[in-house]
């Protein structure tokens, strides 16, 4: 494929990437959530009986700290949509949780008895990407509408249910955690030549070196990695991983150590003066419960948030939708909420308006494939912008945003800096519809890395 | 890859045993996202404990740099205003005893030792942490429901009038008592006395180490029974106590009523002869810091040890770290008990690092008297719920008295009960694999130094005392097969390998997992340890227990902190892995070349590491100082317990009822339930009406568990049961169609996630024709609002 050198201004401008606090628009026509719209009389009749939602995320366990937020989103959303009667004023919702942290073959089973025994009409939830290749075949099977809120791996698109019908997925793949710390660094560091990297030794950080170079690389001419860490699974002491990047005298550190262990590493790292002698930029440091962040975090560094949402942004009342949602969700839970509850609060209200949608067309409760038929190619507006589906592989696309973390005196907990924030539309560092997968015509990690590394221009 | 060398396995009738391995696979594509669903071990990834006396905890809470994160065992002492970031909690610390002096002329009478009670309940002071309580069964044991009608309420102990005239005697605390009371050092009436529960249980030969604990150590009729049954002068009436107690221990009661009478009849032969009665309790009152950047959460109280249990140290978190951090805790006093498994642990500071270290089968829960399982898992079988004798399988095996030898047990042997257990194996510290030797050694173990006499070559009263069940009631232990469970995290794939294990018991209960309590074929340490130690006993290095190593003259056997015991241990250890040596008891077992390797690893592990507390629990001693203790977690995926496992014990919701009435044959129940909702990073008392929708921080279902027991006025317990929820939410309760005429009190308790502590215990009183008096609470359940 021919190479084209542009300069990295002009390409950053052609990726759509915006810094600062205005929030992205869009000339497309968006559908706004049902709760802002005034509510139409529903068309025919509509049965009375309540709507079964199983809402599958971990409620013990590490990842308990994303599933919590994701039930958190579920119930208020349910609870908004009930005390107005219900969808199309009739149908409540019920909801009936499982655990994630059952393991995934008994995930699958209780998806399946979900669905025989308990007769659920909707699945949303699931936060690892260990579980969404394994239930998404099963609702395919079970011609269950599902609605993943995470388990983001470009796996379940690419391999595991490459043409959809039932199941959906509305937070952004996971090659793009990679590529979007990648553009912010460049477009905040691009005299940084010399990386240095630590990620877990598993394939969420392979995942992240591997986007993050082949992106970077494209948009900062002559870098060098220069030291690797792969800090084992249950590492505690990362000193050894930090002390090498030191020593490799990098001009940006790049991580993906995610939670619990990425606390431990920045304390650490502190200690050392890790951040004081070279960039950070992380593709996950802020992507949990935003209280969970100290203010002893350094600030100043690029503090990924999965590519996804995060509650400051964007600020004050320059999207309605995020103010209101905030608002409503801190006053339903006395803290704020993360990207597993914008996911799970807009996946109920995305349903809801695709059902309403269908019922204006035909009346009364419509059909599944109705509702699917509306849910594909729908523009829809979310707290964190506007979520598009895109109709081929189900998948929901909404700018990538990441950000500077920042001590302001309104939070006890450190938050990224709403006026630094920086988007960038997710179809420009995505591979577009139809581009081969692995394994097709290429082996690269992901259908997404392979289209950078043929389609990118070399910046100058 | 393999993460682990091959194994030693073990055969036993041609079944291999290799027990725990894990695999990990390379990736084979992008599956997983950051989110791990599974961490090994609990949340600090270390914790370090520090003896402080209270004047110090109380300055270290306030440390800017290091600040102490909690302090066990007492109240620090403030010099001025307690820290607002401090927050408390109370568990059950000691128990106040009266005992009527057996030599006084004036009080040889049972009505004049009655009456010295009374006085002596009179004389008695109050400080904040001492409550008036005069019956043995406190709101702090599971047991209070059903000896709700026995209590008095406090305003009810009134000072009697001639209250000043008891002597006491010399010795006794004096802050228990009103200034007035006469202290003697001869001619006394009566001791006041002051027992911590702790201590209570070890006279009960309760271990607080590797031995598994007594079903019933927590429940108040079984505390009672030690405290109380020393001072029945009576043959005859000693006589009588025992046989109620041996009922109930094996479970000789048709059912739950006649259980609940036996365990009053009991209490009632204890007090008769009013030589001895408990009067009163202390809590211990114990501070954690709730700052909120630097604090901890996740609170789990036991309410007899406190902040001092197993299962706190599981779920304690640094609410700066989603998981990891190091948590700074003091203890007081300082520990004086020796390290070793066997009869060591005993002090405070010892059980503390037990409970770090070690990693018993079950677990005492935190909020009542039940035990959690931890290391083993019961599986249902054949015979489950049945009472009907089982066979032992002829080639089960069993301990040979005195010897310990394992032996088949042979043809043609019955037992009362078959348990069988999925057991959750994981590798030792000295990176020894376990094995089936290791957990069939402490049966071995159990009946060498258990069942001799005092004069046996090899006997300790102590290791008697902690294995009685254990000898009195194994018939046969059978290692049926090795499971093997994957466990993906992220792209890499652990193997968990679970022995699953029969025991054949003569033990009569419905109760499977009682049964299961008795003699759980576990060992948080090796066999190698294990001989080890059984060595240096024998060759009268140490002693097992201190009451061995003071009759003896000898050390008392320390695995860490002697260097002289370290010396000559290691002595031992490298002589051992010259032999091969392995103790007759395992020789069907064990090979000598299988015996060396371990005797080289543990001889690798003392030289890297300085001791030799070798064990397969969550935190691996690190460090060791005079002043610090530092225990790094165990962060290996071979580990099967993981973070959040026990999180659902931190913060119990109470039930507190509101109201009771009675509708034809029902009593109705209404409850509120008080649950912590977690915040950010604070948590918040909540009170609300008790629906199936009561929702607490962790967003799951609060499960009542109601009881109610029926009372007639001859002081018989004539029902007991569950209420029963109705669409209303209230909880019912069907009065027996059998009521005889007369008066009878019924009494309510709802506990939440099974939470028994200072319940709030409705009562009401029931004519045949309807209720009379009024429903109320009944005792002194305290339904103030509590902080969490």
Redesign the interface.
Known sequence: MEQRNVDRRSFLNNLGVTVGAAAAATAIPVVKPASAQSPAAPKGKIPDTPLKFGHMT?????????G?PS??GH?LAAEEINATGGILGKRKIETI?AD??A??DANVKELRRMKLSEKIDMFTGV????NT?ALGPVAEELGLLTIFV??????LWD?AVPNPKFAFRITNI?SA?GVTCAVAAAQTWPEAKKIAHIH?D???G??AFDHFNIAFGKLVPGTQVVSEGWPK????DFTAHITKAMSSTPDLIVS?V????Y??MY?QALRYGMFNNAKFAS??AF???P??I??DHPEGVIAGV?SNYYFTFPPGNRWPANKTFVEKYYKR????PNFQSDGAYHTLYMYKTAVEKANKLAGGWPEEEAIISQLEGMYFETAAGYLYIRPDNHQGYKDAVTGFSKNVPEY??QILDPNRMITIPIRNITAPPHWPKPGSGHND??ATYNWIKETWPQVT | MSLCAASPWARIGGLVLGLTCALAVAPTSAQADHEVSYFPSFYPHEIRIEPLDPERAAREFVNRTDPLHLYVGAAPRFSGQIPEHLKSVESLKSLITVSVNPQSSRLQGREARCRAVEQAVGALATPPDVVIHPYPITPYHADSLSHADRVPPTKAVSKPADADTLTFRDGADLSLLSPPARVQTTDWDVSLDEISVSALLIEAGVGFNQWPAPPWAKAGWFQAYQLLRPAIGEASDREHVDQLYERLTHNEFRDRAEQLNLERQLLTALLGSCERAVIGYRLRQEFYTDDFSSGIENVAVDSQSGLNSAVFLRTVKLKDFLWNGSLRIGVDPRPAAAWNPIAGFTDAAGRLVWSIVGDNAFLPTPHNSRWVQNRAEIRPTDESGMRRSVRVPDDALMPQTVTGKLGPVGPNRGAMAKVLYRLSASNFSDGSVMEAADLLYPYALAFRWGAGGQDAATHDPEIASATRLIRERLRGVKLVRVEETSRTIADQTFTHRSPIVEIYLDNLTFDEQQSALIAPPWSSAPWHVLALMEAAVERGIAAFSRGEADRHQLPWLDLVRDPAQLKTLRALIKEFAQTGYRPAALELLVGPDTARARWQLLDQFVEANGHLLVTNGPYRLKALSPDTFVFEVVREFTYPVGLGTFDGFAYPARALISTMEREGDLVLVSADAEVTVKQQRDHRLVRAALRPDTLRGRLQPVRPESHYVIVDQDSRVIAVGSLVRQPDNRFAASLPTTLRPGVHTLFAAIFLDGNTINPAIGRIELANGGTIGKAGPAGDAKDAERRP
């Open positions: 971990f409620l013990t366990g590490p990842a308990a700290v994303l919590e039930l958190k119930l949780t994630e942290a393991g995934t936060i690892s990407s260990g290749p995470d388990g983001c791996t470009d796996f391999k996971q955690d877990p598993y394939s969420y392979r995942n699974l249950g590492t505690t993906s995610w939670g619990g262990d606390v431990a304390k593709t996950i992507g949990v419960a209280h969970a100290g203010k999965h839970w006395n803290e704020y006890q907990f990690p992901t």
